[in-house]
C-alpha cells in the first residue's frame, strides 16, 4: 500500500539519519587528522603565553591535555568522548567545550539566520523584476548591482560599511553584539541588539543575494517558457497571478536548494564578519580556537557545523514537496 505523506517525509528523515552518520563520522576523523598536521600545540601556545617552560613543565602539561599519546591513541580517545556526548575540555578557555558551544551558537544561528532571510527576500525580488523586465533598464541596473555584491569580498564589504555607517553617520554601532554596560531589558534591549545585528547581516548577505537574483532570473526565465505557463495565461488569469503562482513558485525550486548548499559557507563566511564586527559567535570562537590550538574546540565547530549544514538540507528537501507536489520526500 502506498505511504502517506506523513509517512514518506519520516521514511526520508530516518534514511537521512542513517546517512548523516558516517558523513559526520568522516568528517571528524577527516578534520582531526588534518588538525595534527599543523605545528605546535595547545601546549606550546599555553607556554608561549606564560612566557617560559621548563622540558618537565611540558611534559606534565601534554599529559594533561592528553596530548602525550600517539595520534590514533588520541582519536580513539575523542571518538569515545564523542560516542557518550562528551565534548572534552578547551585548553585555551579551560572549561567544557559544550558550555562554549552553547554560549556562542545562538549569536551565531541569529546572525546567519538573518542574512540568509535578507538574502533571499531581497535577491528573490531582485530577480523577479530583472526577469519581468528582462533586457529593460531596470534588469541592467539590479544586474549591475548583482554584479557589484558578487564581487566585493566580505571583510571590504564590512569595513565599507563601518565607515559609512558608524564612522561618517555614526548611526550604527561598528562593533559587539550589545552595548556594553547599558543592562537594557525589553523593547531597548531589542532595539539595541537590531542595531548591532544590521550591519553583519548585510555584509554577509550580500554575495548571497547576488547569486539569488541571477539564479532567480535565470529559473523563471525558463519556466516562463514552459507549456503550463502558456495554458495559465491563455485562461485568463492576469500577469501578475501568472508570475507569483507558476512562475516564481517553480522557480524557487533551484534557488531553495542552492541556498540549502549555501548553509556552510555562511558558517565560513561568519569567520570573517564576526572578526571585523566583533560579534560574539562560533566564527570568532573558531578562529581564537585556530590561533591557540584549541584542537577540542575547533573539531566540535566543525561537527556542529556539519549537523547544522544536514538539518539544513533535509528542511531543504521538505521544502521542496511543498513548492513542487512532484517531488516527493522519499
Given at each position: 500500500m502506498a505511504l502517506s505523506r506523513t509517512g514518506r517525509v519520516a521514511r526520508r528523515l530516518r534514511r537521512t539519519g542513517l546517512q548523516a552518520i558516517p558523513s559526520v563520522l568522516g568528517i571528524v576523523i577527516f578534520n582531526f587528522l588534518l588538525l595534527q598536521l599543523a605545528p605546535g600545540d595547545a601546549a606550546d601556545v599555553?607556554?608561549?603565553?606564560?612566557?617560559?617552560?621548563?622540558?618537565?613543565?611540558?611534559?606534565?602539561?601534554?599529559?594533561?591535555?592528553?596530548?602525550?599519546?600517539?595520534?590514533?591513541?588520541q582519536l580513539g580517545a575523542y571518538l569515545w568522548n564523542l560516542?557518550?556526548?562528551?565534548?572534552?575540555?578547551?585548553?585555551?578557555?579551560?572549561?567544557p567545550v559544550g558550555v562554549l558551544i552553547l554560549q556562542r551558537l545562538p549569536n551565531t544561528l541569529l546572525l546567519m539566520i538573518t542574512a540568509l532571510l535578507l538574502a533571499l527576500t531581497f535577491g528573490i525580488a531582485a530577480g523577479a523584476v530583472m526577469a519581468t523586465f528582462a533586457g529593460r533598464w531596470a534588469d541592467r541596473l539590479l544586474s549591475i548591482l548583482a554584479l557589484l555584491f558578487y564581487s566585493v569580498p566580505g571583510f571590504w564589504a564590512g569595513?565599507?560599511?563601518?565607515?559609512?555607517?558608524?564612522?561618517?553617520?555614526?548611526?550604527?554601532?561598528?562593533?559587539?553584539?550589545?552595548t556594553v554596560g547599558a543592562d537594557l531589558t525589553g523593547i531597548a534591549y531589542a532595539r539595541d541588539l537590531l542595531a548591532h545585528l544590521v550591519m553583519p547581516a548585510v555584509s554577509l548577505s550580500l554575495f548571497?543575494?547576488?547569486?539569488?537574483?541571477?539564479?532567480?532570473?535565470?529559473?523563471?526565465?525558463?519556466?516562463?517558457r514552459q507549456d503550463f505557463v502558456r495554458t495559465a495565461e491563455a485562461k485568463g488569469l492576469s500577469a501578475f497571478t501568472v508570475t507569483v503562482r507558476h512562475i516564481l513558485r517553480n522557480a524557487l525550486v533551484p534557488v531553495s536548494t542552492v541556498a540549502g548548499l549555501h548553509i556552510g559557507m555562511l558558517m565560513g563566511g561568519s569567520i570573517v564578519t564576526e572578526t571585523v564586527f566583533g560579534w560574539p559567535?562560533?566564527?570568532?570562537?573558531?578562529?581564537?580556537?585556530?590561533?591557540?590550538?584549541?584542537?577540542?574546540?575547533?573539531?566540535?565547530?566543525?561537527?556542529?557545523?556539519?549537523?547544522?549544514?544536514?538539518?539544513?538540507n533535509v528542511l531543504?528537501?521538505?521544502?521542496?514537496?511543498?513548492?513542487?507536489?512532484?517531488?516527493?520526500a522519499i
Open positions: 599555553i607556554a608561549g603565553a606564560s612566557g617560559a617552560a621548563t622540558a618537565e613543565t611540558m611534559a606534565a602539561l601534554r599529559a594533561q591535555l592528553g596530548l602525550d599519546h600517539s595520534m590514533l591513541h560516542a557518550h556526548l562528551r565534548l572534552g575540555i578547551s585548553a585555551h578557555f579551560n572549561m569595513l565599507t560599511l563601518i565607515i559609512i555607517f558608524s564612522v561618517r553617520l555614526q548611526w550604527l554601532p561598528s562593533d559587539g553584539f550589545t548571497f543575494l547576488a547569486i539569488y537574483a541571477r539564479l532567480t532570473r535565470a529559473a523563471m526565465l525558463e519556466v516562463a559567535g562560533l566564527g570568532s570562537l573558531a578562529y581564537e580556537a585556530v590561533f591557540a590550538r584549541d584542537f577540542n574546540l575547533l573539531l566540535a565547530i566543525v561537527l556542529l557545523s556539519a549537523i547544522v549544514v544536514i538539518i539544513a531543504i528537501d521538505l521544502l521542496h514537496t511543498w513548492l513542487d507536489p512532484r517531488v516527493e
